[in-house]
């Protein structure tokens, strides 16, 4: 018994630092983040809790990326995300997909971010997820932004580039202002 216990409180407070590596990565504080991630990944070693492994290496990733985006990053990102599934963990999925959108915008993605972010609106319509629901559609403005930038007036794949762009953002603005977010 005082070995189950000793694993759920292991446990418990593996998921509260990878909750917390989560929540400066939303803030954007590197800093902090990298101090966490590495503190997740010696308590994870210590406890032995693998599927708290592909969520933090994910996030470690994720910090790489922030300074030298490549496609490199973002496939270690994504085969990071596919383990934490392999696990049967989808919590905070649509937080992990605009990471990693974010990722493959940064390193001139565009096109796998809008993969990306596909798979983050189904999953957040089938859950009912809306938190980053202005992320996702900020995302998807930056994404057709990027697309009108590259083609420098030339009419996109997608449609005109632009008027995407400003209707996602529109988007994103009004769901953050209903979500009354600061």
């Given at each position: ?14 998921a ?57 990053v973002v ?30 915008l940064?390193s ?23 938190h ?33 762009a ?17």
């Amino acid at each position: 018994t005082r070995r189950a216990e000793a694993s759920g409180v292991a446990w418990g407070y593996g998921a509260v630092m990878a909750i917390a590596t989560n929540t400066f990565l939303i803030v954007r504080d590197q800093q902090r983040a990298s101090v966490l991630v590495g503190r997740c990944l010696d308590y994870i070693q210590r406890y032995d809790l693998p599927p708290t492994v592909p969520i933090t290496r994910f996030a470690e990733q994720y910090l790489i990326g922030i300074e030298a985006p490549s496609a490199g990053v973002v496939a270690a990102m994504r085969r990071h995300l596919d383990d934490h599934h392999g696990f049967g963990e989808h919590w905070a999925s649509v937080l992990h997909w605009s990471l990693l959108a974010d990722t493959q915008l940064r390193s001139g993605d565009p096109d796998g971010a809008d993969e990306t972010l596909d798979a983050a609106f189904a999953h957040s319509d089938a859950g009912g997820d809306v938190h980053y629901l202005a992320e996702l559609w900020r995302l998807r403005g930056e994404a057709a932004r990027s697309r009108t930038d590259a083609a420098r007036g030339r009419r996109c794949p997608h449609g005109e580039a632009n008027s995407v762009a400003e209707d996602c953002f529109r988007k994103a603005m009004a769901i953050a202002a209903g979500q009354e977010a600061k």
